[in-house]
């Protein structure tokens, strides 16, 4: 099935023919659906701490910072923001030439209100000899458009959306990427650093990186601190082939093979290659202005708090084990921890010998730990946190999405349509051992919860393969800790209009 000119390609990505035979025998065997056991909640999975609790995480975060220990923002930070200018898309190809969707109209009759106004204005100027106002009034709505998003006006059709201004301030407007370097400053930054990881795509990556270096001074001066600021692309590696309807592989019009990105759980080689003890993980357009950004630091630094709370534990119980010095009430001890902090249930514990027992604690102590912040369900789309069977028959804290549960099930469906929280990727996550090592993170991802989409080429239909989500199946194997956080720390970007929120003004 592969020529060697097939092989030749494949070795050029860094894979091997063996990956691709597996990713094509997984288009023809497919997925399992998660066996699932309830949805998280409050009580059940779910931390919701009271105000003195969240004081003294606070406190806990604040004085493990002073140790001097490596803190990263990692902040995925490849996608193209055209999903986000759809509808004006959609308005700049009509048959109509004035506002006639609510979109449209609502985009339209607030257009003052977006950060972008005034260099948009400029731009139209430059290029049309007129402003917005007079474009507005001749019934030119599609000169402001095509100046909006086209390369010849702000381009932001094509940029990614940590490049677009998103919010005003009196001493020049912000972009998502600069409230993240103001973020980094707030909550992530010890021994006078902020460290901040951007994942950008390849053909974003320069612009990316002159934008960064023309604006981080400002912050560094302001908020009196250094930036160590990174950058990543997602591998070619973790790129997936695309198949037939057949399940063969697709092949592009001049014969080659097809491969596409993996999806965001591609990013977990990325997330490996960091060096750090906590990293912080936050999508680039959940952002809010200075003036709402109180909530966004203090729950932040509370979900780090309690991420090294449970981590401390973890290492005191792991050495507790190495120096074989306990007795059977230690053990149960480890046990309740491991159960009811760590939400990690195994129903056949007590039928297990003291030196299997041993061996179980040890491996579910010793793996990379996370505390994901959850919000009240809104209806967003998306994943949520579930309590969830495992591979080898224990139970644990998961996010999902729903690729992975089986629709047909109602009692499942059930489950997530009425759950009471949601995944706004708002983690921390520690990653080295009880050692001081750094795991290999790639040993923690669940193969077996990938999903298969349909896509596109060339106007021929193909079976896309998506590797399993960062947060989803790339972390299966991690302690995961959820902890309620409010509303308030949830405003993503997904359209244009959204900027015209109250958040993001």
């Not at 106007?459 to 299966?476: H, T």
Request: include cysteine; proline fraction near 3%.
């Amino acid at each position: 099935m592969l020529s060697q000119e097939d092989l030749k390609q494949i070795a050029a990505k860094g894979m091997t023919a063996e990956q691709i035979e597996t990713q094509l025998k997984q288009f023809k065997t497919g997925f399992p659906f998660l066996k699932l056991e309830a949805a998280a909640s409050i009580s059940q999975g779910i931390i919701s701490p009271n105000t003195d609790e969240r004081s003294d995480f606070e406190k806990k975060w604040n004085n493990y910072k002073a140790e001097g220990h490596k803190i990263v923002k990692f902040v995925p930070a490849s996608g193209a923001a055209s999903r986000m200018f759809k509808d004006m898309f959609t308005f700049l190809t009509s048959d109509y030439d004035t506002p006639s969707t609510d979109f449209e109209k609502h985009y339209f009759n607030n257009i003052e209100k977006f950060a972008f106004y005034d260099a948009l204005d400029d731009i139209c100027l430059k290029n049309e000899k007129k402003g917005i106002k007079e474009l507005i009034s001749e019934n030119n709505y599609k000169a402001v458009v095509s100046n909006m998003l086209e390369s010849k006006g702000l381009n932001y059709g094509q940029l990614p959306k940590g490049m677009l201004i998103f919010h005003k301030y009196e001493d020049g407007a912000r972009t998502p990427m600069e409230e993240h370097l103001v973020e980094g400053a707030l909550y992530a930054a010890s021994n006078g650093e902020a460290n901040v990881h951007f994942t950008v795509s390849n053909e974003h990556m320069e612009f990316f990186e002159k934008k960064v270096s023309q604006q981080s001074d400002k912050y560094a001066k302001k908020y009196n601190i250094n930036y160590n600021i990174t950058f990543s692309e997602q591998k070619s590696s973790t790129d997936t082939i695309a198949a037939n309807a057949d399940n063969t592989p697709f092949r592009t019009t001049d014969g080659r093979l097809l491969f596409r990105p993996g999806g965001h759980g591609a990013l977990i080689e990325n997330l490996n290659d960091i060096d750090a003890d906590v990293i912080f993980i936050k999508n680039i357009d959940n952002v809010v202005p200075d003036r709402l950004k109180a909530d966004t630091i203090e729950y932040k630094q509370v979900i780090a708090g309690i991420l090294v709370s449970l981590q401390k534990k973890a290492f005191e119980h792991l050495n507790t084990l190495d120096s074989g010095k306990y007795n059977h009430e230690k053990l149960e001890e480890i046990i309740r921890f491991v159960q009811q902090e760590l939400c990690c249930r195994k129903s056949d514990i007590k039928h297990l010998e003291d030196t299997e027992l041993v061996i179980y604690l040890k491996e579910k102590l010793n793996r990379p730990m996370r505390v994901c912040g959850v919000v009240k369900n809104v209806g967003e789309p998306g994943g949520g946190p579930f309590l969830t069977y495992n591979q080898d028959g224990t139970v644990s804290l998961q996010i999902l999405e729903s690729s992975q549960i089986d629709k047909n099930n109602q009692e499942y469906m059930k489950m997530f349509t009425t759950g009471t929280h949601f995944n706004p990727v708002d983690l921390v996550c520690a990653v080295k051992d009880y050692k001081g090592k750094s795991f290999n993170l790639p040993d923690f991802v669940d193969k077996a919860t990938g999903f298969i989409s349909s896509k596109s080429k060339d106007g021929k239909e193909l079976k896309a393969l998506e590797l399993p989500g960062l947060w989803n199946g790339a972390m299966s194997d991690w302690n995961t800790i959820f902890v309620e956080v409010p509303l308030s720390t949830f405003n993503p970007v997904k359209t244009v209009n959204d900027l015209l929120r109250e958040q993001h003004q």
